[in-house]
């Protein structure tokens, strides 16, 4: 069969609502365009566990301890799901796990901006719970339609244990909200500090070509711009709640667009942040993820080693 | 004898002690541990093994909450506020639970000396005159058996896979040897603690059957035998520890700190 | 340097949980891993940190034969399969109403023999 008749065909099973599988044929810009999405998906969770791993030894009470601790390990399972299903896709391309991560070291592989940042406080942890999960909950349940069938299954899981997650960072945030002054002080500046690090996370407003080509293949079905709408319906009206304030003087519903106005994040700012690994937490991050793969081969190594007795040296 | 539950030890205020001091014995060392283990959360040479130590580390933290809320009701002491406000010196743990990580070869020898030890403690502590202490380690102890198992494994493999696995295992022994001897430490209220039966086992018996648990798996992984345990320096049953609990302690409490009498 | 190195090659394991002793093992996904007894034990964390289980599979991923994906008429049933199902036989209701009796469904021989068991019980 020619690529053309078959690229025809892949494409009927897609119009049709057909799942594709990690073994079926698939057009080399579809499996490029999963894997750049699923890879990097992967290694923004395994990335994301760092922020809130700061505050995993230092969280206030036993029973905090035990749900961030919790919360952070998900996290790290949820990239080890991904990965797993980036690996599936990798392989005809002669990459493993080795290489999948190595990605993140050289640069080669991108994570959210968001886990570039800073979390200097507990609320941070809080607020990375509540608002940058919510975040990543609207973008991840919009993709459950994906047309890729491992995608799809792994977000399954994924989302139900996100569920926990909002449970366990709107848990943080509503005892500093209803705390003395000083946290819900340092709650505010939470709020402050992720705002725009939280619009820039859902990507560029104009529809890209790779956004464009991943809508067409049914890999995503919702628009950036869609996803931060969302994300305003459902966030803005729960943080005003608490009585916090958010630092955009411009946002506001405009009843007649049915749309929320906001002021634009700093797309260049961020845009270099994510790839050029230049935000204030960049470096220390990968350097930490290079200590975890890097330095510690020789554990893989040796347990490599002893499950193939034939390359003992 | 059997004292079936806190009430009952309170008429007796020597029972009592020895039962409050077993059971930071066995919080704070769950604690430090489980801390240390939680240090790992996204360091674990590979992404399977970092979601399973979570797991662990979760359970030993679990552990130190279970056993801080049989002291609150021995006491009324309120689990957070001893798991997050005692001072160095009131703590009970083990020096070799509070000490840094290390490599990777040291997080599991540490791992794996001390769960040996934990099974022979709690094995122990099953027929504990105190009924809550053995009621709780029933349970406790099948959670840990799955960590035993785990790092039986990761001690056998990297040892027996030889190169600088086997090194760093060699290494590790060594800088770990010192601090075993303090896991069997019972503290000042060891005579008590064992003529009134809330542990079947004396400190000196503790030693020898992790001894003996202990040589064949080194002869299996190729390790080289140290040879006796020496003396501690500091016992941390006796609240002597190292500035690696100061450390540890410090950061533990750094956000409560801020407002002790806030709700966090 | 990094290159010189020889590539480190865990194996892939599929693996399947088997909730209680009424259910079958489910396939839930699969764990990268140097040997099974590891993988064993990790997928353990991966896939059951929350949910309860009886029994935990792994499988080398190579040990695995599947049907293609891109030949579904290996699965196809085209022809009336009627013949073969509870809901081809939905006259019989009509016809035993002829005799004055009701259509008799397995699941109420299985509840009657609950039912049996549970008012034993008391007796016991």
Known sequence: ?313 | MQVKHAEQAQTNPRYKAAVRDLLLQLADDELCIGHRDSEWLGLAPDIEEDVAFSSIAQDEVGHAAFYLNLLRDLDGEDPDAAAFFRKSRDRRNAVLAERLNGDWAETIVRRYFYDVFDEIRTEALRESSYVPLARGVAKIRREERYHLMHFQLWFTRLSAAGGEARERMNRAVEGLWPEVKGCFSLGGWERQLVASAVISLDSNEMERRWLNRMKPVFAQAGLQWPGPLPMVNQDGRCGAHSSHLEELLQTMGEVVRQDPAARW | MEQSEPRIDYGIYEVFVQKSHGDFHIHVGSVAAPSPDLALQTARENFLRRDRAVNLWIVPRKHVYATPYDDPDFFARETDRKYREVGGYTENGRLWRMFKEKALHLEDIVRSLRDLEGNQKPTE
Not at chain 1, 56 to 77: C, H, S, Y
């Open chain 1, 1 to 313: 069969m020619g690529d053309a008749s078959r690229f025809e065909r892949f494409m009927e099973r897609l119009h049709r609502g057909e799942k594709i599988e990690a073994t079926d044929w698939m057009p080399d810009e579809y499996r490029q365009l999963l894997l750049k999405l699923i890879h990097m998906h992967a290694v923004s969770e395994i990335m994301g566990a760092l922020p809130e791993k700061e505050w995993v030894p230092k969280a206030p009470t036993l029973k905090r301890k035990l749900a961030i601790m919790a919360k952070v390990q998900d996290e790290m399972g949820h990239g080890q799901l991904l990965l797993r299903v980036a690996e599936d896709l990798a392989a005809p391309l002669g990459k493993t796990r080795e290489d999948l991560v190595t990605d993140v070291i050289t640069g080669r592989v991108k994570f959210h901006n968001v886990f570039h940042m800073e979390a200097p406080t507990w609320a941070d942890a809080g607020v990375i719970g509540w608002l940058v999960d919510g975040a990543a909950i609207i973008n991840q349940a919009a993709l459950l339609d994906t047309s890729y069938g491992p995608y799809a299954r792994v977000l399954k899981r994924i989302c139900a244990e996100e569920s926990f997650h909002m449970q366990h960072g709107e848990n943080i945030i509503l005892a500093l909200a209803r705390g003395t002054e000083e946290q819900r002080a340092m709650l505010q500046d939470a709020v402050n500090r992720w705002w725009e690090s939280l619009l820039f996370f859902f990507g560029p407003v104009e529809v890209t070509d790779a956004a464009r080509r991943m809508i067409e293949y049914k890999i995503r079905t919702k628009t950036n711009e869609e996803l931060r709408q969302q994300f305003f319906n459902k966030y803005v009206p729960r943080i005003r709640s608490l009585g916090l304030t958010i630092p955009d003087p411009e946002l506001r519903y405009d009843e007649q667009e049915k749309r929320w106005i906001y002021t634009q994040p700093d797309w260049k700012k961020f845009g270099e942040i994510v790839r050029e690994n230049k935000g204030p937490k960049s470096r220390e991050r990968i350097a930490l993820r290079r200590f975890a793969h890097m330095d510690q081969r020789w554990v893989r190594a040796a347990l490599a080693r002893y499950s193939e007795p034939e390359f003992v040296g």
